[in-house]
């Protein structure tokens, strides 16, 4: 490694330092896999939701994902025009849409998660099977604790 790609040790002793690099890097891989099929981290993000969480208002799309607007209606309008969600009229209250995942985006979704699975693998190998149980732990406790 040459000396202008050393890592300063003073960053190597910062957590926030090293969660930064390793999402910049899982994020770009997984990115770059989705796009090999025309397809973005958000997409995968709404197609996870519809699964997780049932139908969706557009605009609840907005707050659960912490989306700007103007980008969830164009994901949504790429995954309804690719049969992977379907838009219909709320029966509670006609001037809704809600978006629900169709039977192809589900299809998908498994695909996308195994694709998101090797990169974690992949990124991964250095710790054993337990150390990757014990820091999906600490790192789901982190999470949580997020304001």
């Not at 991964?124 to 604790?145: F, I, N, S, T, Y």
Request: net charge neutral.
């Amino acid at each position: 490694m040459s000396s202008a790609r050393s890592t300063p040790p003073a960053l190597l002793g910062l957590s926030t330092y090293l969660l930064s690099r390793i999402g910049k890097t899982a994020r770009g891989r997984l990115a770059a896999r989705l796009s090999e099929r025309g397809l973005r981290l958000w997409d995968m993000a709404v197609l996870a939701a519809l699964s997780d969480f049932g139908p969706h208002a557009q605009r609840d799309l907005v707050v659960r994902l912490d989306v700007d607007p103007s980008d969830i209606t164009k994901v949504v309008d790429q995954l309804t025009a690719g049969g992977y969600v379907e838009r219909a009229r709320d029966p509670e209250d006609r001037r809704r849409v809600l978006v629900s995942l169709a039977p192809a985006g589900r299809e998908l979704l498994t695909e996308l998660d195994a694709e998101a699975r090797s990169v974690q693998d992949e990124l991964l190998v250095p710790l054993a099977p337990e150390e990757r149980a014990l820091l999906q732990d600490l790192l789901l406790r982190v999470h949580r604790g997020l304001v």
